[in-house]
């Protein structure tokens, strides 16, 4: 629970999770690849890779997976998660004031809940891109502000008297951040950027270009009367990034390879080059079974045989029953926070869980002594979709769709069972070992 929530508080942009998960599995033994360079691997090793500053892949490498491999009876065991998360993002050329007031131009990143970010206490974090001696490579920083910069006001009742039973926001209109009083009329013009070079400590013609992002600074927390609950930011999805670095980290291996795949992107459709719904990780595999081979595995074996004799997991937060809505859930398969993770399964093929995978993730928690539950949506409620079909889609292997339950998803502030996930974890850590 304790790497959860330093993930939590630490993983303010996706490129804050993959350095914060970096250092982690280093400390637990694992080496950074070039992804830009061939591999040169071994048996019993474990690695990990990030081909670009928001996406991470980590893998180890069972001391028996090549004399299996050989065999043709070796396995890929997979489970994928996704570092990105509902927010708003910081338009190039930001700076406007209204009236006296100092804003931030920002768009939506992401199916978010908008009116849970009002009245809250934002910073902002992300990648800054600075000029640079070879054009082609731009220097690029890590920013976080670590203290609230903006904050979106609600509009009085007395002025509204409608906006209590309001649903839909005008996003360029009322959900603009403040970023302060305007003071003189010097600061109007480009305080945002005057505001990063002085804590980047370079010169503010050398920012280029950045991608940053708002983030809820509110501190997770346990609630309920036996504190029972996590109310948090980015619940949905860094929790599931949290639990494959754990479970990869501590994966005893022998005839398995086995990988933790965090890819961004997924909450605005996955189609990027840092996206599941790219040639990413077929071009991976690839990699992998080339640096095997140069370090000694030689022979005929194909990795994708593997990857096709093996698992994979897509892991994504959960709809649990809201007790004050619970007709929204479905009648005969409802989903309740505190009673383990949840397999998912659609008619509509919008997760990948189909009977037989279910069969196996319930053995495995029977024998792992792992509580799971089972998610259908309600008719007619269709749900979102995540990474399993898109990934199955150019790698047809059997897998299913598990994820932590959870309330209020997609809120600036998200509510889950702590016990769920350490559940979380046993489960991921069960799906890698050894069969």
Known sequence: MTHLLDLLEN????????EWESCFLEQGGFRELDFKKPFVLEAGGRYYVKPYPSALFAFAVGSEFISACERGDSKVKAAMAHTDFPCFKIKSNPEYTTKSYMQVNVEPYGGMLKNTWFDRPLGAAGKVVLVSEDIYSPKTMLFDSKEPLFIIPSLAPHMDREADRKKEYDMQRELQPIAGMLREPCEKEEFLMRYLAQK???KKEDILAFDLYLYNMDKPEAVG???EFLSAARIDNLASVAALSEAVKTADLR????MAASFDNEEIGSRSKQGADSMLLPLLLDKIEEGLKAGGAVGTWNIRDAFLRGFLLSVDGAHALHPNYAAKSDPTNEVFLGKGPVIKTSASQRYLSDSESTAILKQLCRKKDISCQIQV????MPGGQTLGPIAASYLPMQGADVGLPMLAMHSARELAACGDYEELVKFVAGL???L
């Open 255 to 258: 005839e398995s390879l086995v």
């Open 377 to 380: 949506n309600r008719s007619g």
């Open 200 to 202: 980047l400590k370079v």
């Open 225 to 227: 009367l036996n504190r």
């Open 11 to 18: 993983g303010t942009s996706p490129y804050h999770a993959v």
């Open 432 to 434: 890698f070992e050894e």
